[in-house]
């Protein structure tokens, strides 16, 4: 209960001042969250990219934006009205497709990108999963809802039979991953593990007191969506040039990111003001592990797992039952 009550008070935190009220076509409000999983966003915000495709469309939009840390502030923010775009893990975003069939039917618009989340530690006793003690504490956004929350009950039910996938769901706390990371690098409280993102989780392996446990793609069994852009069938139907406006801003992104590396470092840094140091935001987009792009990528495997599980009760026969058509003509999965 803590957990949710801080989870919706961080959202109304972070959308204060963004009206909850229905918006009309040429208004958009999106939320991010933190990473540079996100940086289609920043060079969207940073480019103007919405504002320049609306104009294409004889409309001059108007874009707000917010930060919200988790899936489930995320889907509360979405529900309720305060943003007309969410983008969060695969995770959130099969779960308020499955809660919305029928009523505001929420589908995703397309992949942000294809980038690994590392489970890191900072204990030394802690090599594999079944290392993990009741002394340990491990950081995810979103307790039982994130997509590292839910990488961890994959790969936990792999490492201690089926029907164990909740068996580490206890040691996990909410925390966004500035956070996480600096709590895990001071060592000083009783956060012993993070399943982080890029770039948190490079940074913090550069400290010799940090290690990796494992990576979300050896548990999904490759490179792999970490998150989706996703809104409701009534946004895309009631703001067809906004929405299309967006799709078209999205496309434009994440083809400048993969031509422009440098210049796509040099983007998140400014637009998230981050401290870090410039070559290692460069060597994360450059990274062959990473890449920038609207095609789904193994979202079938966490579809599967969250219908086995019982976490949806809906099924879906493919990637295209919970994605909207504008991107169905690349080979998804």
Not at 167 to 184: F, G, I, R
């Amino acid at each position: 209960m803590k957990r949710t009550l801080a989870a919706l008070g961080a959202a109304i935190i972070a959308v204060a001042g963004i009206s909850a009220t229905a918006m009309a076509e040429g208004q958009i409000r999106i939320a991010e969250q933190y990473g540079i999983s996100y940086l289609p966003l920043h060079v969207i915000r940073d480019q103007k990219l919405i504002e320049k495709h609306g104009k294409a469309e004889g409309l001059d939009i108007t874009v707000e934006w917010a930060k919200l840390s988790g899936g489930a502030a995320q889907n509360d923010a979405l529900l309720s009205g305060s943003i007309d775009v969410a983008a969060a893990g695969v995770g959130p975003a099969l779960t308020i497709w499955d809660r919305t069939r029928g009523t505001v039917d929420v589908r995703a618009i397309a992949s942000l990108g294809s980038l690994p989340s590392f489970l890191i530690t900072n204990n030394p006793k802690v090599k594999t999963l079944q290392d993990f003690t009741s002394a340990d504490k491990i950081a995810v956004p979103a307790v039982g809802v994130s997509v590292q929350s839910r990488t961890l009950q994959i790969a936990a039910e792999k490492a201690f039979g089926e029907g164990q996938h909740k068996k580490l769901d206890e040691l996990t706390v909410s925390l966004p991953h500035p956070d996480a990371t600096a709590a895990l690098l001071s060592g000083g409280g009783q956060l012993t593990a993070h399943f982080s993102n890029p770039p948190f989780q490079y940074q913090a392996l550069k400290d010799p007191k940090i290690h990796k446990v494992l990576s979300s793609y050896d548990v999904l069994g490759g490179r792999a969506t970490s998150n989706l852009a996703y809104t409701t069938a009534k946004f895309r139907e009631d703001n067809p040039k906004t929405y299309k406006a967006f799709v078209e801003a999205l496309k434009e992104a994440v083809a400048w990111i993969e031509a422009n590396k440098q210049a796509a470092a040099e983007t998140y840094i400014r637009v998230e003001k981050s401290k870090l140091d410039p070559e290692l935001i460069l060597s994360i987009v450059q990274s062959p592990e990473v890449s920038f792009t609207l095609k789904p990528e193994r979202t079938f495997v966490y579809a599967e797992f969250l219908s086995r599980t019982g976490a949806i009760k809906n099924k879906p026969s493919s990637w295209k039952d919970y994605v909207f058509p504008d991107i169905q003509d690349v080979e998804g999965s």
